[in-house]
């Protein structure tokens, strides 16, 4: 599978990260395993990209960081999604599915 164009993760990036975390709470090496396992390599995403995003994220309020665990030496942020994060989520879902349903009707599948 080809990976994302940068352009392209730039709206497809936070959606993804916000999906995931609405599932469960995760760290961040957790959540990347994740995006590149969950989409099979195609929102895969380096800790270069994935950390500034998060830190985004919580800037706006739509993630927070839930608790912070010091496993083998190491500390772990676990972020979860916010209220605002939810609401923020469901108003993008739209939008993407409108989007999805626009592109299928010019025959991009």
């Given at each position: 599978?080809?990976r994302v164009h940068r352009r392209w993760m730039?709206?497809?990036?936070p959606l993804a990260v916000l999906e995931l975390?609405?599932?469960?709470?995760?760290?961040?090496?957790?959540?990347?395993?994740?995006?590149?396992?969950?989409?099979?390599?195609?929102?895969?995403?380096?800790?270069?990209?994935?950390?500034?995003?998060?830190?985004?994220?919580?800037?706006?309020?739509?993630?927070?960081?839930g608790e912070t665990r010091v496993i083998d030496?190491?500390?772990?942020?676990?972020?979860?999604?916010?209220?605002?994060?939810?609401?923020?989520?469901?108003?993008?879902?739209?939008?993407?599915?409108?989007?999805?349903?626009?592109?299928?009707?010019?025959?991009?599948?």
């Amino acid at each position: 599978m080809t990976r994302v164009h940068r352009r392209w993760m730039r709206g497809a990036g936070p959606l993804a990260v916000l999906e995931l975390l609405e599932a469960r709470t995760m760290y961040g090496y957790e959540l990347a395993e994740a995006l590149d396992r969950s989409s099979q390599g195609v929102l895969a995403m380096g800790h270069s990209t994935l950390y500034p995003l998060l830190y985004n994220l919580e800037e706006k309020g739509l993630v927070e960081v839930g608790e912070t665990r010091v496993i083998d030496g190491r500390e772990r942020k676990y972020y979860r999604v916010t209220e605002a994060g939810r609401a923020h989520l469901e108003e993008r879902r739209a939008e993407w599915s409108g989007l999805v349903r626009a592109m299928a009707r010019l025959g991009v599948s």
